[in-house]
């Protein structure tokens, strides 16, 4: 079964980079059958779609963070990570990473992780 | 960017109620909607897929339906452990996901 463990410092100082990284068991990050992808949440908030990457493919990020973040795979470990730049308080939230499916009717996020908190401070 | 609309914000139904759940897309999304639960402090968790797909395990309670732009999700009989946030999410494009401002439902 699949499952997804992010980690990560949990505190961050404002204007410096935000890394985190994804542990995936029972799936590999460099199958093409599938979309890897972070999504936050900010206390109390909605969720926001970050980005998502198919290994060898074309990563795909939100327009408004785009700039500031880049998704890529360790193999090696079988692990997918994100870095963002530049942070602020605004990027104070609980960061998932997640699996979707890839293929004409995939997009949707079937398995999540248990979700980081990062506070920006 | 393809905005959803969820209404409403906040709903409060008593125990074996009937509930509804509306998510409106800026644009036509071609019936690529899911729908998810999050349960306070945990992961959200998928509950419909391609409008209509429940996903494996979700209870037959749990059902969605819609086309255009227009999209529901419907809780046949509430229970007390389905009290949560709901989330519609469109992908109807890889390049450009989102995720509609969810909407809580609360045991009256």
């Known amino acids: 079964q699949l499952q997804l463990q992010e980690s990560g410092p949990g505190l961050v100082e404002p204007s410096e980079t935000l890394s985190l990284t994804c542990t995936v068991s029972g799936g590999s990050v460099s199958s093409k059958s599938y979309y890897w992808g972070w999504i936050r949440q900010s206390p109390g908030k909605g969720l926001e779609w970050i980005g998502t990457?198919?290994?060898?493919?074309?990563?795909y990020y939100n327009p408004s963070l785009k700039t500031r973040v880049t998704i890529f795979a360790d193999t090696s470990k079988n692990q997918f990570s994100l870095k963002m730049t530049s942070v602020t308080a605004a990027d104070t939230a609980t960061y998932y990473c997640?699996?979707?499916?890839?293929?004409?009717?995939?997009?949707?996020?079937?398995?999540w992780g248990q979700g980081t908190l990062v506070t920006v401070s | 960017d393809i905005h959803l609309t969820q209404s409403p914000s906040t709903l409060s139904a008593s125990v074996g109620d009937r509930v509804t759940i509306t998510c409106r897309a800026s644009?036509?999304?071609?019936?690529?909607l899911a729908w998810y639960q999050q349960i306070p402090g945990k992961a959200p968790k998928l509950l419909i897929y391609?409008?209509?797909i429940v996903e494996s395990g979700v209870p037959p309670r749990f059902s969605g339906s819609g086309s255009g732009t227009d999209f529901t999700l419907t809780i046949s009989s509430l229970r007390p452990n389905d009290v949560a946030v709901y989330y519609c999410?469109?992908?109807?494009?890889?390049?450009?996901?989102?995720f509609g401002g969810g909407t809580k439902v609360e045991i009256k």
């Open positions: 999410q469109q992908y109807n494009s890889y390049s450009l996901l989102s």
């Open positions: 391609q409008t209509s």
């Open positions: 997640a699996r979707a499916d890839s293929g004409d009717s995939g997009g949707f996020f079937n398995y």
């Open positions: 644009q036509t999304i071609n019936g690529w």
């Open positions: 990457m198919c290994y060898g493919e074309t990563n």
